[in-house]
């Protein structure tokens, strides 16, 4: 990923935008082929691993066997800069955003392996709720007929790069501005933003 040094992530920081927001774009290339599929994933810090899982029709299964390349794109926060918010002359358009993409090597998992993924997968997700719904609540019959239907896999990240462009080259003043005219926005990605550029802000 290209990234000027102002915008570089550190790697603690992919990993903390990898767990808020888990829900990634897989893309594998084999045989010149380039297949795509949009999965929640769960990342294992300490085997510096992600784990997700695919439906058995899927055909990017094959491709995650023997892939020539493979990465996760994960997006965080992002919106449009408008130049008219800034006091400042010649300004221009542009767009602050953050964004991870890891690079690894896949491993398909057995049945027994894919039930530990989508019962830690749900598990993450259901901690929101006051009453968590468990997988012990699905009958048998279905979690096995699930698990026919499924393939989990591994992958082992040999490579995390981060860009987080949130207005670090603009001047304190110009960064306020931004703060503003983000903040004036409808939407919640732009609310999400104003507050990340106002953390950069000198107090």
């Not at 939407?187 to 933003?193: A, C, L, P, T």
Request: net charge neutral.
């Amino acid at each position: 990923m290209y990234s000027k040094s102002p915008f570089k992530m550190q790697q603690q920081a992919c990993f903390d935008l990898l767990e808020s927001q888990p829900f990634g774009l897989l893309t594998t290339c084999a045989q010149g082929k380039i297949t795509q599929a949009f999965l929640p994933f769960i990342l294992d810090k300490q085997s510096n691993c992600l784990y997700g899982h695919l439906a058995k029709q899927n055909g990017q299964i094959n491709a995650l066997e023997n892939p020539s390349d493979l990465t996760i794109t994960f997006q965080g926060d992002h919106a449009y800069i408008s130049p008219n918010w800034y006091e400042s002359d010649e300004q221009v358009p542009t767009w602050n955003y953050q964004a991870v993409i890891v690079r690894g090597n896949a491993t398909l998992l057995d049945s027994s392996e894919t039930l530990k993924v989508i019962t830690a997968l749900s598990n993450r997700h259901e901690t929101q709720f006051e009453t968590p719904w468990t997988m012990d609540k699905l009958p048998q019959k279905k979690t096995q007929a699930l698990l026919k239907a499924i393939t989990g896999f591994r992958i082992e990240i040999a490579e995390v790069s981060g860009i987080s462009k949130m207005s670090q080259n603009k001047s304190d003043r110009d960064k306020k501005d931004v703060v503003v005219g983000l903040k004036n926005q409808p939407d919640q990605s732009s609310k999400n933003v104003a507050s990340i550029v106002s953390k950069l802000c000198t107090k």
